[in-house]
Structure formats: C-alpha cells, structure tokens
C-alpha cells in the first residue's frame, strides 16, 4: 500500500515538474471548445471565471442563406466552473453559466443550463515518448433548467432564453499531441438531447455529432497559443413522432485562445470564437464571442 | 521551429476571417398552398416588406377547390411557425378582418416573425362550410 501510495506520489512530482503546464491540455477543453474547465494529473481542486460577450447574431436557414436573428443583439456571459480530481486519471468538473441578454430596449439576466463533465485519461502522455498522445474519454450531462425557445415568456424579442430547452447526455473521446511546441489534438463527441414535451407536443432533437481539432504552439513555458475548429451537426428535429424535413443543422465554428501562465497554478485564457465561420451551415446561428478566463489551482 | 508555428497560426486565423462573410441573404416572396384535403387554396400576398422583428401586413385569398373565389370563409386561425426549430411567435397584435365587398378575401396585420430563416404559414379555416388546414412556406430575410 505504502508502495503503491510512493509511486503515485512520485508520479506526481514527475508529472507536475516535467510536463506542466506545457504538455496537458486537450482538443475539446477551453472557451472555443465542449468543456471549459480541465485538471491536470497533479491538480486536486480548480477554480475557473470566465467573463465573455457574443454579438454579431444572424441566423443561417436551411439554404444556408443569412436571415435576421432572433433575441438578444448582444449577449454578456459569466460563467464558474470548479473541477475536482479523484485520481491521477480521473477527474468531475461541474460548470454555471450565467447571461445577460441585451435586446434593443431593455436586458435581461438569468442562469443557464449547468454542465456536469468528468474525464478519464485512459492513455497518459509520456515525456519519453513524445508521438503517444495522451488519450481521454468524455462523459457529460447537461439538465435542462433555464427557459428555452418552447417556454420563453418574452415571445418577440426571446430576451429570457437562456438555455436549448432539452437535457443531454453526452460521450466522446479527446486526443492530444502537446509533448511539443507544436501541438496538436482531435475530439469527437456524441450528444443525446432527451425528448421533452411543451405544451402537449413532444420534440425529440436528434442526434448531434461534434468534431474537434485544435493545433497550437508553446512559445515559452508561460505562453501558448492554440487554434482549433468544430464540426457539429445535428439529425434533425422530430415533433410527435414525425421527423421535420430539413431541421438537420450543420456548423462550422473556429476558435483561437492565447494562454498565458501567470505560475503553475494560475492561468488566463483569452479566446476569441466564431461560429458559423466557414464553410457550409445551416439551421444555426452566426455570433462572435469574445472570453477572459481565469483559472487558479486551489489544491495539488 | 518558433517561425513555423507562428506562419501556421496565421494562415489559419486569416482563412477563418475570410471564411466568416459566406451565404446569401434570403429573400422573401408571396405564397400559396392547398389544403390538406383538397378543399380550398390560400394565396399570401405580404402588404409590407417582408421583415422578422417587426410588424408586418399580408393580403389573405381563398379560392374553393375548383378555382374560384371562397363564397363564405371563416374561422380563419393564422399560425406563423418555423418548423426546423420547433417553435411559433407571439401572435397577441395579430388581427384578420375582411376586406370589404369581397368573400374571400382578408387582412391580416400585426404578423410578427421573431427571427428570420424558414417560417410556414399554419392557416385553418373553414372555407364553404368544410373545415381543413393548410401550410404556406414564408422565407423571412
């Protein structure tokens, strides 16, 4: 026992010496990515603040065609998220956004959707090995309790929508490459909403399948920069068992963080992210976001 | 190895600021759709330019099944919904009067479409004493 605890212990201390801040990392975490928050084997306990604001809404039709968008004209978000690790492998984060949509004449505030996410290393990088990628599955599960589309009270501007209106379940496996200056990693995610009845009518979203790619370069130990794009597409919409022809949506999305290690235990994220950006989309929505993040290590 | 890494961001970061202006505006035109079962055609011709988040005014026709103007039209119930995302739009300033002199023929004001993209028209409506619905696809810009 007394071993097996001096090896994780070293195990740690190696980890944490050698490899961090500039080995970990993922190609789904981050402001452009699923999950905002992520530990690092030797971090215990984390603390994440995020403050951003979207604008630039338009909404992208089944043509893939730009339409006026609905709701806010800007939309201002803070969101906490604390993350706890249960072994060098294993860790939960549990994430609270908050919104404040601003509309032409007036705005309004209000939580949205929260995000529980835990991940399992099954591959850990080797500082030996610097091709084997470090290798994490992803589970998470987002219950639905903020005002959505199908319960807003505010019906023409859709000032008080602060969520999709359906839970889900998601999986997914993150892979990454970031033993190097260059960097590089792929994700793949598989989203469940759960069908919900409004008003008598049950909506049943489909599937919705998300790829990632992220690549990037350590410029220092304290400074990094990663680039990546989203692919997430989604079957469709089925309303009272009848699936609604063209309610598939597709979008493209970029994003381009600047990380910076004020120390080991600290680290603000600038990300800058666009969705709808390139290529083809359609029943989505177009916005720019803007996010300054602060991360803080309470516990190693 | 630094030079590398630097060209490699920029090039992506300028593809996406160029990738970010695609896709067309949608335009929006009158429409007409038939009735589930056969029983009337509707015809929309919009009054004001067609816009989302903001009132607009359409000109309501029926014709009965063999083409010619409804004789007697009521129980008008007008819907706008956009069937890829499921959800409708606030309907409490919408009005339908008739137009004077005529049978067939409404006024609908206070349409308001909450956003744009691929709306439809649900209408129901009993047209010469048969009740059936009918669904007029409206491409809001």
């Known amino acids: 026992m007394l071993k097996l605890a001096a090896k994780t212990v070293a195990a740690s201390l190696i980890l944490g010496c050698t490899l961090l801040p500039k080995a970990f990392g993922c190609a789904s975490c981050g402001s452009g990515g699923d999950d905002p928050l992520i530990l690092y084997p030797n971090e215990r306990d984390k603390t994440f603040l995020a403050l951003g604001r979207t604008s630039g809404f338009r909404n992208v039709n089944a043509s893939g065609g730009l339409a006026t968008a609905g709701g806010p004209n800007e939309r201002e978000n803070l969101t906490l998220a604390y993350g706890h690790s249960f072994s060098l492998r294993s860790f939960a984060t549990i994430t609270v956004p908050t919104f404040r949509n601003v509309g032409a004449e007036d705005a309004v505030s209000g939580v949205g959707d929260p995000l529980i996410a835990t991940r399992y290393t099954i591959l850990m990088p080797d500082i030996t090995e610097p091709l084997i990628p470090q290798v994490q599955l992803i589970a998470s599960f987002k219950p639905s309790q903020a005002r959505s589309v199908h319960n807003?009270?505010?019906?023409?501007?859709?000032?008080?929508?602060?969520?999709?209106?359906?839970?889900?379940?998601?999986?997914?496996?993150?892979?990454?490459?970031?033993?190097?200056?260059?960097?590089?990693?792929?994700?793949?995610?598989?989203?469940?909403?759960?069908?919900?009845?409004?008003?008598?009518?049950?909506?049943?979203?489909?599937?919705?399948?998300?790829?990632?790619?992220?690549?990037?370069?350590?410029?220092?130990?304290?400074?990094?920069?990663?680039?990546?794009?989203?692919?997430?597409?989604?079957?469709?919409?089925?309303?009272?068992?009848?699936?609604?022809?063209?309610?598939?949506?597709?979008?493209?999305?970029?994003?381009?963080?600047?990380?910076?290690?004020?120390?080991?235990?600290?680290?603000?994220?600038?990300?800058?992210?666009?969705?709808?950006?390139?290529?083809?989309?359609?029943?989505?929505?177009?916005?720019?976001?803007?996010?300054?993040?602060?991360?803080?290590?309470?516990?190693? | 190895?630094?030079?590398?890494?630097?060209?490699?961001?920029?090039?992506?970061?300028?593809?996406?600021?160029?990738?970010?202006?695609?896709?067309?505006?949608?335009?929006?035109?009158?429409?007409?759709?038939?009735?589930?079962?056969?029983?009337?055609?509707?015809?929309?011709?919009?009054?004001?330019?067609?816009?989302?988040?903001?009132?607009?005014?359409?000109?309501?026709?029926?014709?009965?099944?063999?083409?010619?103007?409804?004789?007697?039209?009521?129980?008008?119930?007008?819907?706008?919904?956009?069937?890829?995302?499921?959800?409708?739009?606030?309907?409490?300033?919408?009005?339908?009067?008739?137009?004077?002199?005529?049978?067939?023929?409404?006024?609908?004001?206070?349409?308001?479409?909450s956003m744009g993209g691929d709306w439809e028209i649900q209408l129901t409506a009993t047209v010469d004493g048969t009740t059936d619905q009918a669904a007029i696809a409206v491409s809001v810009p």
């Open chain 1, 152 to 300: 807003s009270k505010d019906s023409k501007e859709l000032l008080d929508i602060f969520g999709t209106g359906f839970s889900d379940a998601r999986a997914g496996i993150d892979i990454w490459f970031g033993q190097t200056a260059q960097k590089f990693g792929l994700a793949q995610t598989i989203t469940q909403p759960l069908t919900r009845t409004y008003d008598g009518v049950q909506y049943r979203p489909g599937l919705t399948a998300r790829s990632t790619a992220t690549t990037g370069y350590q410029w220092t130990s304290a400074v990094k920069t990663l680039i990546g794009v989203n692919r997430e597409q989604n079957l469709g919409l089925t309303v009272d068992g009848v699936h609604i022809g063209s309610s598939e949506q597709l979008n493209h999305s970029i994003f381009v963080t600047q990380d910076y290690y004020p120390s080991v235990s600290q680290l603000i994220r600038f990300t800058i992210s666009k969705q709808a950006a390139f290529g083809a989309n359609k029943n989505t929505a177009q916005s720019s976001t803007f996010t300054l993040a602060f991360q803080r290590t309470i516990r190693s």
């Open chain 2, 1 to 113: 190895m630094k030079i590398k890494g630097l060209i490699l961001v920029a090039f992506m970061g300028l593809t996406a600021a160029h990738c970010g202006d695609q896709g067309n505006n949608v335009t929006a035109s009158n429409g007409s759709g038939s009735s589930a079962l056969n029983h009337y055609t509707a015809k929309l011709d919009w009054q004001s330019p067609l816009a989302a988040r903001t009132p607009v005014s359409a000109k309501l026709t029926f014709l009965a099944s063999n083409g010619l103007p409804a004789q007697s039209v009521s129980n008008i119930k007008f819907n706008p919904w956009m069937p890829s995302m499921g959800h409708g739009t606030s309907t409490a300033d919408q009005r339908i009067t008739a137009v004077s002199g005529t049978s067939n023929e409404f006024l609908v004001t206070g349409i308001f479409f």
